[in-house]
């Protein structure tokens, strides 16, 4: 299977915002929808932002993803920043009807949002 490599997280003041990146190697995105995950400290694994199959970008709130199916890449656009958004931010296939079904996972990046 392929490899996830996430960058772009950081220290950033509350209200502040922050772009993540994610390259994809050796898959075809394509005909996958495809997600940004954080998990923070003593928490479970989330789905942030979900885009569909078809779809260029979708919006969930402060949070706004997009895909480039060509290259490969994801970005995750946050906006407002708050301290509860610290945790550290993968990108993975999305599968809304079964969420368990990802890819291996990749190392991450870490956001990390001070007051």
């Known amino acids: 299977q392929g490899q996830l490599v996430e960058s772009g997280g950081g220290l950033v003041q509350a209200g502040g915002s922050l772009k993540l990146s994610c390259i994809v190697f050796g898959i075809d995105i394509s005909p996958y929808g495809m997600g940004w995950y954080r998990q923070a400290p003593g928490k479970q694994r989330e789905l942030v932002c979900g885009i569909m199959v078809g779809d260029a970008d979708s919006v969930k709130g402060r949070f706004t993803c997009a895909r480039d199916n060509a290259k490969k890449i994801m970005w995750l656009q946050m906006n407002g920043l708050q301290q509860e958004d610290t945790a550290v931010y993968y990108c993975?296939?999305?599968?809304?009807?079964?969420?368990?079904?990802?890819?291996?996972w990749g190392q991450g990046t870490q956001v990390t949002v001070s007051s």
């Open positions: 993975n296939r999305w599968t809304r009807a079964s969420p368990d079904l990802t890819w291996p």
